[in-house]
């Protein structure tokens, strides 16, 4: 099966902007936001929000990886690059590349809800709206109606092949 550009690289920049202009607009009274990125293309695209952050305001925005298997996110515990304790009272922003099912997000935002946090909000990329757990995007730079079948792919890593192909 052949892969259909969905979004080109300069498309997919233009979304990542929008989407950092409005966490700052929901969030222009912090000084810091935690951006905490699932592993792989979630955790490129919280440092890409971060950078544009810098650029447009004066928030101090933090990537932070989470790490968890995304097969079976119940076998082993969700894991991040840094201090969970250091996020205490600080917004929190989890952010994917493709919100499905909302699965990865509810086992990546489970842990966050052992500490107190000023706000707790989800960015992604491409939103697809198959959901089988509670999880809606506060921030979402793209819907799109799939069939369950096909598959998402978002690369923002790799500056020729960067875009959003469907499968």
Known sequence: ????????????????RRIAFQIFENNFEEQEIIMAGVHGQGYALADMLSKHLKEISTINAI????????EVPYESPVQFSADIKTFENKVIIVVD???NTGRTFSYSLAPFLSIPVKKLQVA??????????PIAADYKGYELSTTIAEHVEVIVTDDVKRGVYLK
Do not use: H
């Open 97 to 99: 590349d493709v919100l």
């Open 124 to 133: 992604v990329l491409i939103d697809r709206n198959y959901r089988k757990f």
């Open 1 to 16: 099966m052949s892969a259909k550009q969905v979004l080109d690289g300069p498309a997919l920049l233009q979304k990542i």
């Open 63 to 70: 990537p932070v990886e989470i790490k968890l298997n995304k």
